[in-house]
């Protein structure tokens, strides 16, 4: 099969009068509409993922390469639109158009994205560093504030709390001194205030 290039450099030139057989016109119709149609579905897929709040999931799905977008931009050439007639006067397999609405969409995400990552990085950073509970917390309530509708975000806090309850609760077993008794104080009732889910 070819790459993606390679089957848009060959519709090219059969636009522009290139000669090619039967067979292998056949042939890159069917690469071309397989291709479009994967790269629909995957854009179906993280529009559907953004519609449940999870819009870091749906960009890290469309990041994966290759990169949907790139993807989607060299399939929607500026010939495409005469390639979908060519075919269809033959007729062969046309490529159905892209949904513009959800590239809108994600093209929207996206952009909101930007200033989610680094806090999301961060994150990940910590908890594959195995900081402390506390200081994960701490982020990943920043990552909740700047990315509400994500119900994974509440979970893992949720899931982090329970953990820090219980080193807590270890802690005070030993005479805390004051200090160390006031921070776990503030500790819980900052977590009063900022439920988990």
């Known amino acids: 099969m070819r790459t993606v290039a390679e089957t848009v450099g060959r519709i090219k030139q059969i636009l522009t009068g290139s000669l090619a057989d039967a067979q292998e016109t056949r042939s890159v119709a069917q690469e071309f509409t397989q291709l479009c149609i994967g790269a629909q579905k995957r854009l179906d897929q993280c529009v559907g993922l953004l519609a449940r709040g999870l819009r870091t999931e749906a960009i890290y799905a469309a990041e994966a390469a290759p990169n949907l977008i790139d ?7 500026p010939d495409a ?25 994600l093209d929207a995400e996206w952009g909101r994205h930007a200033d989610v990552e680094p ?5 990940r950073t910590l908890c594959v ?9 701490t982020v990943l309530r920043q990552v909740r504030s700047a990315d509400g509708g994500n119900p994974n975000w509440g979970k893992d806090l949720a899931a982090l709390e329970t953990v820090r309850f219980k080193e807590i609760r270890l802690a005070l077993r030993t005479i805390p001194t004051e200090e160390e008794a006031a921070g776990y104080l503030r500790e819980l009732t900052a977590a009063r205030r900022c439920p988990a889910r």
């Open 119 to 123: 806090l999301v990085a961060r994150y």
């Open 71 to 77: 993807l989607i931009g060299k399939l929607d050439f």
């Open 81 to 105: 639109v005469a390639w979908r007639e060519y075919v269809a006067r033959i007729p062969l397999p046309v490529p159905p158009p892209f949904d513009v609405n959800a590239l809108q969409t």
């Open 129 to 137: 560093r195995r900081a402390p509970v506390a200081d994960r917390i």
